[in-house]
């Protein structure tokens, strides 16, 4: 060994690799004189192996070729050995055994270093399936597979069939069961196993509401004291009894889990006591809540239960403990990093790599969320508490507003104080001076809180019906917030007030495109084009909208709206019954449907939804009028007195309802009644010549003595009917003379000529007013209305002038009642009041007297949560 050494890091380790040793040149065998006479003599021969070890060489020998070199064998074979030095240079040591070398090579053998003469390698054995440990261990591995499947159903929602496979694999853990204890090994039953099972059974029970069998699985399992922390699980069946609001059995579980919970557990104890405090509250008893809830701010404080402290101190009243609770609230520390650390410096590129990584991961998330959440309890807490900690609610405010000011959550401050003056809105005070201050403070602060402000602010004098300063202040909140979609829809409502309509859908298109889930911009943009015309992108509008808000009876109303204004009565119908199913009393779409199919010519679907309309909403006009007219059409004029009274009620100065009245009794036989209505008309209308007609001619029918004095008042009635016809004939030939003198002493005094003109007084007719049959002048309202809805209807004076001449035909002026024929009726529905102003629609809805522009943006920071 004394030529074998170890390589060196400077030496090539595959060096001498293709070097030829002249040991092994078989040609020249032959021709070798010593190894020929090696092999001819006993020479050659070696003395047997006597190592100590079988197998070792006993020593390096010697062999001599025809080349004359010596080499030292490190086998008893003669091989040289592979580290010996040849040449001057190391080789590393290599196996023992050359590959393609035994030690029985014989003479002419092939060379198979790998073996391949050998054949294929044979087949392995086949598993013997029929042992029963080899059963016991397929059936495990398909329990274990079953519970997967179970699992992984539950997490895509398909809890019907994660409840399959749990009961599959119950029943397969069962069969294990058995088949162990008939193989003899009822040892060796593994009891992980079969917790996992009836644990995901019971969870999966849980998922499906099935909750007595949820509890009968949890009770095998805690009741089997060979499973080890079983009693945590009663943890799950008090959240089973929660659910079912057995409260008491509830906190008797959670207490009973609680105690086998050692301190080592800190966290889950408080989760525990913090749903013992929960379900303190469901019952109602705030003392036992609190005691529970300050034990935990205690112990490990969090956001959630100092605000379920609050919520306890509120509910008794405790004044002082409300505000430390407060300001218990507002020192919980978050546990979180600081914003700044994710802001990129310039300097190091691989660290800006790495915040640009972690600024939107999951932890990231994760943080944005829990102190999004503080923020929101730490508001509403506010909100809550500020009216009832101090006699004056503004006085309360102002404590919590200086108690969060010291506080981490400074920039809350702000929002705080916008959020008093909201509260003022909300009230419906809108007078308050302070309100207005308060929002106007905010004019110098950063860009965010003073779009907000201003925009709040817009609001205010919106509803007030300031304009300007509306404009002024929607302006500010753009200024300082471009991409506010609340101050884009408050700069286009001020603009559509102003009947700017293309303006103001520029303004609703750039809201939409900065938040293209504000819902107010896109049915505001339909109103806008709804008035331009536009019907196409109007009823695109409202389509999309309604793919959001699928429930709207606004926008679907603004849909059959859009349908009638196209001539789709059909599909107008369709979608007004679908406003009737989410607001079945809505009065307005109920008359708009009979109005429809009063249109469509069924009169019997219009009779049905015009008396409903009637019955949820008695003082419509509209409706009394249809109603009338439609029994006095079917010859039920006894029912027609009904409705026309009730108009005569609503508008008590309008003749024409009194005369349907006596009418009605005339034509259904009841003189006597008649006269009695035609004198009391006569009486509060004295000039009426229609009134006076009828008492003439049923004195003369009845044969009474007060004919003669009527007659006497009719003829000096229509007397001076006749002069007051004459006087407006005579004015307006005078106007129309003096127009054209007028002109020519225009052209006169161009001349130098100087012309008097004489002009005579116009005056109206009192027996033509008498006799012209008076539109409605009421307005609609409904709940549908009262939320916001546009209720617009399309009319033309064509159809108004159309009811006043059916209507003037039912009494006539020179002949009675009975003798109009019943064609000349037509109980056809027509709007008299036109069309009404469509109205944007905003975050809150509010009556107001003119029905041009009643609902205004409120801001995002007016919505109620």
Known sequence: MEHVHLAVEEDDLYSGYNDYNPTFDSEEL???????????TSHGRRPPMTAKFPGTPIGPRSLATSFGARLHMASSMGRPMTGAVQDGSARPMTAVRAAGYTSALSRGSAFDPLGQSRGPAPALEAKNEDTPEEKIKILEKKVNDLIEESCMAQSMGALQVALEKAKEAGRKERALVRQREQSGSADHINLDLTYSVLLNLANQYTNNEMYPEALNSYQIIVKNKMF????????????????????????????????????????????????????????????????????????????????????????????????????????????????????????????????EAIKNDKLHQMERDLKTLAEKYIMTAAKLIAPAIETLFATGFDWCVDMVKSSQYVELANDLEINKAITYLRQKDFNQVEAVETLKAFEKKDSRVKSAAATNLSFLYFLEKDY??????????????????????????????????????????????????????????????KRLNRLEEALDCFLKLHAILRNSSQVMYQLASLYELLENPEQAIEWLMQVISVTPTDAQALAKLGELHDG????????????????YFPSNIDVIEWLGAYYIETQFCEKAIQYFERATLIQPTQVKWQLMVASCYRRSGNSQKALETYKEIHRKFPENVECLRFL??????????????YATKLKKVEKMKEIREQRIKSGREGSARSRREGRESSAGSAAGISTPVLISPKKSSVMDEVKAVSQSESKHFSPLLDSGRDSG???????????????????????????????????????????????????VKKRVEDDDFADEELGDDLLPE
């Open 696 to 709: 003439v001619r049923l004195c003369t029918d009845m044969q009474l003595k007060e004919v003669q004095d």
């Open 793 to 843: 209807r399309s009319s033309s004076s064509t159809k108004g002038e159309r009811l006043s001449a059916k209507m003037r035909s039912l009494p006539g002026s020179n002949e009675p009642y009975e003798a109009s024929s019943p064609k000349e009726l037509d109980a056809s529905y027509v709007d008299p009041l036109g069309p009404q102003m469509d109205r944007p629609k905003t975050g």
């Open 30 to 40: 032959e021709n070798d004189v010593g190894f020929q006479q090696a092999v001819r």
């Open 600 to 615: 469509e010519g069924d009169k019997s679907q219009a009779f049905q939804y015009y008396y409903e309309s009637f019955r």
């Open 228 to 355: 080890s922390n079983a009693g945590r699980l009663k943890v799950n069946m008090a959240n089973i009894y929660f659910k079912q609001k057995n409260y008491p059995k509830a906190i008797k579980f959670y207490r009973m889990a609680l105690d086998q919970i050692t301190n080592a557990h800190k966290e889950m104890r408080i989760k525990i006591m913090q749903n013992i405090g929960v379900v303190f509250i469901c019952m109602g008893q705030y003392t036992d809540a609190i005691t529970s809830f300050e034990h935990i701010m205690s112990e490990s404080p969090n956001i959630k239960t100092g605000f379920n402290l609050i919520l306890c101190y509120y509910a008794i009243g405790d004044r002082e403990r409300m505000k430390k609770a407060f300001q218990k609230l507002i020192s919980v520390p978050l546990g979180i990093d600081d914003e700044d650390k994710y802001i990129p410096s310039n300097e190091d590129t691989s660290s800006n790599m790495v915040i």
């Open 468 to 529: 300007d300063q509306a404009d002024r202040y929607a302006d500010l909140a753009m200024n300082a917030d471009r991409y506010n979609p609340a101050a884009l829809i408050n700069k286009g409502n001020t603009v559509f007030v102003k009947q700017e309509y293309e303006k103001a859908a520029e303004f609703y298109k750039e809201a939409l495109r900065n938040d293209s889930s504000c819902t107010e911009g896109l049915y505001n943009l339909g109103l806008t084009y």
